[in-house]
């Protein structure tokens, strides 16, 4: 049985095929968001935030602690030679998957 809805039916089917396939590279890109951010602190608190050295490690430290560290540094109560600057470069939203991202590794013993 042939209707005049098949042409709409096979356009919407298509249309969410489409968004389908769109939203599934964002989605695997989310995935690693928190990492990826995470990332720009490799160069002095190391990869998983073991840093080596006289810089403070991340690894293992609440959100909770690392984020009001960060807000210290934003508003200036916290003196840094470079951590004010960087702060400001980042949302709250990034900054609490970053954090979240420390505090989820596991501490250098």
């Not at 049985?1 to 968004?19: D, E, H, I, N």
């Not at 590279?25 to 160069?43: E, G, H, I, S």
């Amino acid at each position: 049985m042939r209707t005049t809805q098949s042409p709409r039916w096979a356009f919407g089917l298509g249309l969410a095929a489409t968004l389908v396939a769109l939203a599934s590279p964002a989605a695997a890109q989310d995935a690693n968001l928190a990492r990826n951010l995470a990332a720009t602190c490799a160069n002095c608190h190391g990869t998983t935030g073991n840093a080596l050295g006289d810089m403070k490690p991340l690894a293992g430290m609440s959100s909770d602690k690392l984020l009001a560290m960060v807000a210290d540094f934003k508003s200036g109560a916290q003196p840094a030679t470079i951590m004010h600057q960087i702060a400001k470069g980042y949302t709250d939203e990034q900054m609490k998957l970053i954090a979240g991202f420390f505090a989820a590794q596991q501490p250098r013993k």
